[in-house]
């Protein structure tokens, strides 16, 4: 019998990505994601990225959307194709913002971008407010890969913010923040069931 975690896991580890109305490039991580969105959008799997999130704290990874955006327009991304989401400050917010976004919008289809020791609690969060909004808005894992484990990013070490992260799941779990891995179960299995 596999755990919750096992089940969380290999399901945002090895989700069925399509091509998607938007990419959700979460703000943090240094200039560590942003690639992952220009990538998308340059192959043409998202057809715009929203830059969500409005915290400026150097120490901790978070560099504000004027630093990082001209690396993404740089790398050929119109200024058109580039959102800026700038009321959230954390993952929770964040979740609420971009979902309201998407349904004000028409976007059915959202790709989620975050580094990988932050991918499972991110998609928790944004899962937790597709569910609740009914918002039928189909939620895709697109976590930033290649990144080292063991080097100090210079806001701590991957493998030790992992631990963190999953001491997050439990707290925020705890309060109703996330999704269930039953839920992510029964979300993937529909969501897979549109692609047949």
């Known amino acids: 019998m596999i755990t919750d975690r096992e089940t969380i896991m290999a399901i945002v580890d090895n989700d069925c990505l399509t091509n998607s109305d938007a990419g959700i490039l979460l703000e943090g991580d240094g200039f560590f994601r942003f690639q992952k969105a220009v ?3 340059q192959r ?3 057809a715009r990225i929203v830059f969500s999130g409005n915290i400026v704290d150097k120490d901790y990874g978070s560099f504000p959307y004027e630093e990082v955006s001209p690396y993404i327009l740089k790398a050929g991304v119109p200024e058109c194709d580039l959102i800026h989401e700038d009321v959230s400050t954390n993952t929770r917010e964040q979740a609420v913002q971009v ?3 998407a349904m004000e919008k028409g976007w059915k289809k959202l790709a989620l971008i975050a580094s990988h020791e932050h991918q499972y609690r991110a998609y ?3 899962l937790r407010e597709v569910l609740d909004t009914k918002s039928g ?3 895709y894992n697109a976590p930033v890969r290649n990144l080292n484990w063991f080097i100090d990013s210079g806001w701590g070490i991957r493998f030790e913010r992992l631990s963190d992260e999953f001491d ?4 925020y779990s705890a309060m109703g923040h996330l999704a ?3 839920e992510v179960v029964e979300y993937q299995k529909w969501k897979e069931s549109l692609l047949v």
């Not at 997050?168 to 707290?171: A, D, G, Q, V, Y």
């Open 180 to 182: 269930t891995a039953q």
């Open 99 to 101: 979902v309201k976004m």
């Open 137 to 139: 808005i189909i939620l």
């Open 44 to 46: 043409g799997r998202i």
């Open 124 to 126: 928790l969060t944004f």
């Open 39 to 41: 990538e998308l959008y």
């Open 168 to 171: 997050r799941i439990e707290k």
